[in-house]
């Protein structure tokens, strides 16, 4: 039958596929398009840092953004 | 034109609440404080009479839960779809097998002890403790009825003061002009003390009294988590309160604080986290896909990030 002569193509057809849909999920789960320049700009996350290791940072402050604290304030973020 | 503002402070939830309220209801404004207890009492972890403490022993057995719980644990499950997992209500036993099982507020008075003996999980034990989570909870809509596995717990303390917040916004009427600052988990509504919105400063993580920046929003919720404040040593490691789900510990973030401006408190206190976990560049790309979202993320190498719309909020 036609159906059985070409099954073994038509198999190794949806192997390719199947293969090829997972690795572009996979490049999609490790890196999703860039969405603007200022995220696309950023290191990676540090993998290899400790638990916790970004804690005890030792800074003096952050680096000013170029819209410096304003006179006027009703009230502040807290970290928590 | 300056409004008087009416300012009240009280404590709950661990910290400070902080209302001004300008032209409403000076009688809706007093019930907040009664609203926060309401809803610690529904909410908290550490409080051994809690709703919340009685849900999470009831073993694998339905559980009948209070409007408020039920809506919370509801409104949390969703954003653990929404962000497959990354903000996971269910990380209890992770959050206590770290040492975070009690208030910050003890845990800061227990900082001078050593870990007395406590020991780090074993990767089995961290298996055991996320093989069920989030996604085993059914919920039963017509009858306010929860159920989850026996070993499945929910801590709220990642959404519950965002959710109070916006719950106590919506008690002082429609578009109230009034700000509700709970310990930096806020949302500021109508235009503010002078018609010009209201001002908030970013707290500098690394000089807590310095500012980085001051917004200017109106309607909308402001949040602010790092790792900076709470955290703790346990044996020779130190840890923070924000988990990674991926490795069942404190999250290894090249960030230590996000801000995040949102529709809501609740969006807002959730992507924080979320954002914060996820690091500098998942971070980001997370908050630039949701309409009405900005943040201004701070490294720990001190630079200052921020996603495409926030200078919008710049004062």
């Known amino acids: 039958m036609k159906f059985k002569k070409n099954l073994p193509a038509k198999i190794g057809a949806l192997l390719a596929s199947v293969a090829a849909l997972l690795g572009i999920w996979t490049a999609v789960r490790q890196n999703p398009p860039a969405t603007d320049a200022t995220a696309a700009a950023v290191p990676a996350a540090t993998a290899s840092a400790a638990p916790g290791s970004s804690a005890a940072a030792p800074r003096r402050s952050a680096t000013p953004l170029a819209a410096q604290p304003a006179a006027k304030r009703h009230t502040r973020t807290r970290v928590s | ?315």
């Open chain 2, 1 to 315: 034109m300056t409004t008087a503002a009416e300012a009240h402070e009280f404590p709950a939830m661990g910290g400070t609440i902080e209302v001004q309220a300008i032209a409403c209801d000076l009688r809706e404004v007093e019930r907040v404080p009664a609203l926060f207890e309401r809803h610690e009492q529904a909410m908290s972890r550490f409080r051994a009479d809690s709703e919340l403490n009685a849900l999470n022993a009831a073993t694998g057995l339905p559980f009948h839960a209070s409007p408020l719980l039920f809506d919370v644990i509801d409104e949390a499950i969703g954003w653990a779809c929404v962000t497959d997992g990354t903000f996971d209500p269910t990380v209890i036993d992770v959050l206590e097998e770290i040492g975070y099982d009690r208030s910050f507020e003890q845990l800061e008075r227990l900082a001078a002890r050593s870990s007395d003996g406590v020991r780090a999980p074993t990767v089995l034990e961290r298996k055991h403790a996320r093989k069920a989570g989030w996604r085993n909870i059914s919920f039963d809509f017509d009858r306010s009825l929860l159920a989850m596995p026996a070993d499945v717990r929910i801590d709220l303390g990642g959404i519950g003061k965002g959710y109070t917040v916006d719950r106590a916004i919506e008690s002082l009427g429609a578009r109230p002009n009034a700000m509700i600052n709970a310990s930096g988990d806020l949302y500021a509504s109508g235009d503010g003390p002078d018609g010009d919105g209201w001002y908030v400063g970013v707290q500098d993580p690394f000089d807590p009294d310095a500012d980085i920046v001051t917004l200017n929003v109106n309607d909308r919720g402001v949040a602010t988590s790092g790792s900076l404040r709470r955290n703790w040593l346990q044996g020779d490691a130190r840890y923070h309160h924000l988990i990674d789900t991926r490795t069942s510990t404190s999250a290894a973030s090249d960030l230590v604080a996000v801000t995040v401006i949102a529709l809501t408190a609740t969006h807002a206190d959730v992507l924080a986290k979320t954002a914060f976990v996820l690091g500098a560049r998942a971070g980001l790309r997370l908050i630039e896909r949701f309409d009405g979202a900005e943040c201004i993320a701070v490294t720990a190498d001190g630079n200052v990030l921020t996603s495409t719309g926030a200078g919008e909020y710049f004062a």
